[in-house]
């Protein structure tokens, strides 16, 4: 689905990555993992054409991504950003059709048609009792739910998500991550995703890719590339793997 050949970008004379090259697969869940810095939202954006990398190229279903339109773009592309500013007090169903924004002439509105997707989207996530709800009034859990109802109104194959648990609690950690993987099985989403903690990126992806300072640690499934050695190198901790009730889980170690 998604090819990212020789790819370099950096601001001015700083540069974040060099000749990134990988694949991502259609239907699978591929999980960037790095420190602060390695430029894990760069290359998001570098995917979504919010950036323009000084070289190299990405291909999105077989097609130079810069010879897609706009529109093409955005009927083939959703995300759902780290950081989303709350600037009106729209209804969370007002945001979740907004999506259908790819599908829409310049002065045409939402048919009933895109009523209905935004309103099944809604009960896909579970949240459709919020749709009168002001945006704002929402919790962190229910506003991530949200955003994802909206990429999943715009009804793209490919989806990226900048840290999906970002600001979240415990339990709105998992139910986001659940929901992902959920529709993900569903409707056989590509998902491009990045995250800080490697025990989420263990249990809910299908590949990983591990980055630090412009190069690709290791690449591979989970289980294979999230050892204590690689955790070394991306994080410079000491780490060690336990298995509690059949389940994996990597521990930073004490002093």
Known sequence: MIKIDNLTFGYFDS????NLSFEINEGEIFTILGPNGSGKTTLLKCVERLLSPKGGNIVV????LRD?????LGRTISSVPQIHKISFPYTVFDMVLMGRNPYLDFFSLP??????IALEALKEVGIYHLKDMPYTDIS???LRLTLIARVLAQNTSIVILDEPTAFLDFKN???VLNKIRELRDKKNLTVLMTMHDPNQALRFSNRVLLIKK????ALGKPGEVLTPDNLRKLYDIEAELLQIAGNTFIYPKGN
Request: hydrophobic residues 30%.
């Open 173 to 175: 950690e998992f139910l």
């Open 214 to 217: 412009r190069e690709v640690v």
């Open 140 to 142: 962190g859990g229910e």
């Open 68 to 72: 897609y339109s706009l529109k093409e």
């Open 111 to 116: 048919s009933e048609k895109d009523v209905k």
């Open 61 to 64: 279903s077989g097609k130079d």
């Open 15 to 18: 540069e974040i990555f060099r």
